[in-house]
């Protein structure tokens, strides 16, 4: 014998049931296809990842950042604690405090070994040099590091120094919305501009 409370309860869990099913077809289904598509007509090169190609090969993404670790003859890109670095399947910064030992180690380190590689005092080597990024994916380095590796890529390449500033103002994306952020350099886009007018790095 069915009490009166038992067809209430029936029919509101038969309502969920079908209120789960319907916003799983609009918000799981529906809206991420239209967005996609959205994506694909308005910013087909983004939503595809930004991939830059050389020679029909893929070389990177102008949206994440890569080392360039060991190559004297590029523009190095800021460090990244994103999984062994750069790695877009595990974004994140070190999530290390401002007084961590290992964080100050990895400073000093950093600091030594850029201003090493390009003739730079220690204590005016450029923050972004020494300081990974939230993401650990970021593509841009400041205006004032690329600044501080000019002389060392120009002298590697046997280019004019004032070619490669050149190459770097070009390369340099200012504000977003012309407020937000501080402009920045994208190393991908600076280092192979770098290989079509000075020769590619072997």
């Known amino acids: 014998m069915t009490t009166p409370l038992g067809r209430p309860a029936v029919r509101q869990a038969w309502a969920a049931a079908r209120m789960v099913l319907v916003m799983t077809v609009l918000l799981g289904l529906a809206y991420p296809l239209a967005m996609t598509g959205f994506a694909q007509a308005a910013f ?8 830059i190609e ?10 994440l950042g890569q080392g360039f670790d060991g190559r004297p003859e590029y523009f190095q890109s ?11 399947l ?3 910064a070190s999530n290390l405090g401002p007084e961590n030992a290992e964080l100050l180690a990895a400073v000093e380190e950093r600091r ?8 730079t005092d220690p204590s ?32 590697v390449r046997g280019l004019d120094e004032q070619q490669v500033r050149e190459l770097v103002a070009e ?17 991908l886009m600076l280092n192979l501009a770098l290989d079509a007018s000075g020769g590619r790095a072997d």
Not at 131 to 148: K, M, T, V
Not at 171 to 187: I, Y
Request: charged letters at 20%; glycine letters at 14%.
């Open 54 to 63: 050389r020679d029909g090969e893929v070389v990177g993404s102008s949206l």
């Open 124 to 155: 005016e080597v450029a923050p972004d040099a020494l300081l990974a990024s939230a993401s650990g994916l970021d593509p841009h380095i400041s205006p004032l590091y690329a600044e501080q590796q000019v002389a060392r890529v120009a002298e």
């Open 78 to 88: 800021r460090p990244s604690a994103a999984g062994e670095g750069y790695d877009p």
């Open 171 to 187: 390369h340099t994306d200012g504000r977003a919305l012309g407020f937000l952020g501080e402009p920045g350099v994208n190393v």
């Open 44 to 51: 087909p090169g983004r939503a595809d990842g930004a991939l």
């Open 90 to 92: 595990a974004s994140s």
């Open 112 to 119: 030594d070994a850029a201003a090493a590689l390009d003739g």
